[in-house]
């Protein structure tokens, strides 16, 4: 059984950055894409960025692409996010999964503050 522990978030100001993590375990990690989400005070979760089992092919939302880079370490079973140059609309609380997402791995998540 897969279980995944998101850290990394906080307060940052506008232009700051701030990098996710995402540790997953059980020997399957590296057989599955993955992607981080997140969701905003009354607002539907939604994916942020997506990458490929090998980590070869990358995807971002038109929101965060130029800012933020994803990827991944198969040997440390980790996923990343770096976030760079945020902005106040990227606060939410961001989680991670597989992509697409398994409802039963869903965490905690990790907030992410951004002030302006």
């Known amino acids: 059984q897969v279980q995944l522990v998101e850290s990394g978030g906080g307060l940052v100001q506008a232009g700051g950055s701030l990098r996710l993590s995402c540790a997953a375990s059980g020997r399957t990690f590296g057989r599955s894409a993955m992607g981080w989400f997140r969701q905003a005070p009354g607002k539907e979760r939604a994916v942020v960025a997506s990458i490929s089992r090998s980590g070869a092919s990358t995807y971002y939302a038109d929101s965060v692409k130029g800012r933020f880079t994803i990827s991944r370490d198969n040997a440390k079973n980790t996923v990343y996010l770096q976030m760079n140059s945020l902005k106040p609309e990227d606060t939410a609380v961001y989680y991670c999964?597989?992509?697409?997402?398994?409802?039963?791995?869903w965490g905690q998540g990790t907030l992410v503050t951004v002030s302006s």
């Open positions: 999964n597989t992509n697409p997402p398994n409802p039963g791995l």
